[in-house]
């Protein structure tokens, strides 16, 4: 508490200075009246002690306010600085424990550019070209029948043990049926197996099978099921693909012709620009149709790039057995598909512009074809126009409604006359007519 005696020394010395103390120009008569004012009030203070204790407790109670907000403060603080002592050592266990459980290779910070990152990238072992290993020798090796057998039998002998006992005949043609056909045979065709003692019972037996239509149709499935093959489009509406069925047998077909593989992938990623009238290989572009597609989609600009990334990552994961799809938003620390790799895969397929008609004849089929069309024409000319004339507001009122749905930079890409469009701004345009209906 301060002392009373005190208290009235500081109001005389405030009182006895306060003509001294500047307070500007005083140019006016309002300051002057504010200073009158306040050494009036230091004078009612001076002349009554209840004022004066009222002024004491005021004191005390600010002082023990600001005691306790101080206190609170270098509380908040304290816990502050404790807080981020703790973030700080936590951000630090979390660098030794990626550390550990990702230890970066040697070198990789040189793999994301310039000619040493290529190198790496020429590197990698998954891309290596195959290389015709020495075939092993392996002492006590009474099981082997053939090279592949002599490194099955070096691996077990390293792991310390021994192959198993061989299948009997019963078990060699379900096995055979289940690889090749996906089927098991049935009791006639164990029977007819077991009886046939001839040295190429089972070089016979293959051979029926791998001619087995039921051959290509068991293995069609694995490459379907690779890419992603469906008879609907997926997303929302996931709307039926009726002739999406010519890809699935142009797949089965290769396999029981036994296609060299080399054609089989050039012909899905580049059918349409290969040499000959075949409409199969028209057909087996239909890789490139079976991404996802929403009917309803007005992005078409972000739409059309989901689509193009999707049919990217599919390639790189049948044809290259890579994923490729990280690699699309940045380097990855440990593949070596850059996001150049990827954007340059991409390109390829950029000026993709998909088909809806059905390759069914060869070009002279479709010459035929076209002639009788044109007779079809000229005899029904008068109905047609009459027709047309009925429909022509509606397809005008529709196609309008239609473009309106798409933002103003793609109903642009729709507008503009055929000839004169980008691939990309037909790429637009067919979004926009997929939606007319």
């Known amino acids: 508490m301060v002392e009373k005696s005190s208290v009235f020394i500081v109001l005389a010395l405030l009182f006895a200075i306060s003509p001294l103390i500047p307070v500007g120009n005083r140019a006016n008569a309002e300051e002057d009246a504010d200073l009158t004012t306040l050494i009036e009030n230091l004078r009612t203070l001076k002349s009554d002690p209840n004022h004066l204790q009222q002024v004491e407790d005021r004191i005390s109670e600010k002082e023990a306010q600001v005691q306790s907000e101080i206190e609170s403060l270098e509380k908040s603080i304290r816990e502050l600085q404790d807080s981020i002592a703790e973030s700080e050592s936590r951000q630090e266990e979390l660098a030794r424990l990626l550390e550990t459980l990702q230890p970066k290779p040697d070198g990789l910070a040189k793999a994301h550019g310039g000619v040493e990152g290529e190198a790496l990238a020429e590197e990698w072992w998954a891309i290596q070209p195959l290389e015709r290993p020495e075939i092993p020798t392996v002492q006590n090796d009474r099981w082997s029948r053939n090279p592949i057998d002599r490194f099955v039998f070096r691996r077990l002998a390293d792991k310390g043990l021994t192959p198993a006992p061989e299948a009997d005949r019963v078990q060699l043609v379900r096995r055979l ?22 040295p190429e019972a089972w070089e016979h037996l293959v051979d029926r099978l791998l001619d087995d239509p039921r051959y290509g149709e068991h293995w069609a499935r694995f490459w379907l099921d690779l890419v992603r093959y469906a008879e609907s489009d997926g997303w929302n509406k996931d709307s039926y693909r009726p002739n999406i069925w010519r890809y699935r047998d142009y797949v089965v077909d290769s396999f029981n012709r036994d296609k060299p593989y080399p054609q089989f992938v050039r012909e899905q990623l580049a059918g349409d620009e290969m040499p000959g009238d075949d409409p199969e290989k028209i057909i087996a572009t239909g890789f490139l149709r079976l991404g996802i597609y929403e009917y309803n989609q007005r992005d078409a600009r972000n739409h059309w790039n989901d689509i193009m990334n999707e049919m990217t990552d599919v390639t790189g994961d049948v044809f290259l057995g890579v994923s490729m799809s990280c690699s699309r938003c940045h380097n990855h620390k440990f593949d070596p598909i850059t996001q150049k790799d990827y954007f340059g895969l991409r390109a390829f397929f950029e000026p993709v512009i998909w088909r809806d008609d059905v390759p069914g004849v060869t070009e002279a089929g479709h010459e035929t074809w076209r002639k009788q069309q044109e007779r079809w024409d000229d005899a029904t000319t008068s109905i047609r126009e009459e027709i047309d004339a009925l429909c022509q507001p509606y397809y005008d009122r529709k196609w309008k409604e239609t473009v309106d749905k798409f933002p103003l930079d793609i109903q642009a890409c729709f507008n503009k006359p055929v000839e004169e469009r980008t691939s990309w701004e037909h790429q637009m345009a067919y979004l926009i007519e997929r939606q007319f209906y």
């Open 177 to 198: 049926f289940f690889d090749l056909v996906g089927m098991p045979p049935t009791p006639r065709e164990i029977d007819d197996f077991l009886n046939d003692s001839s």
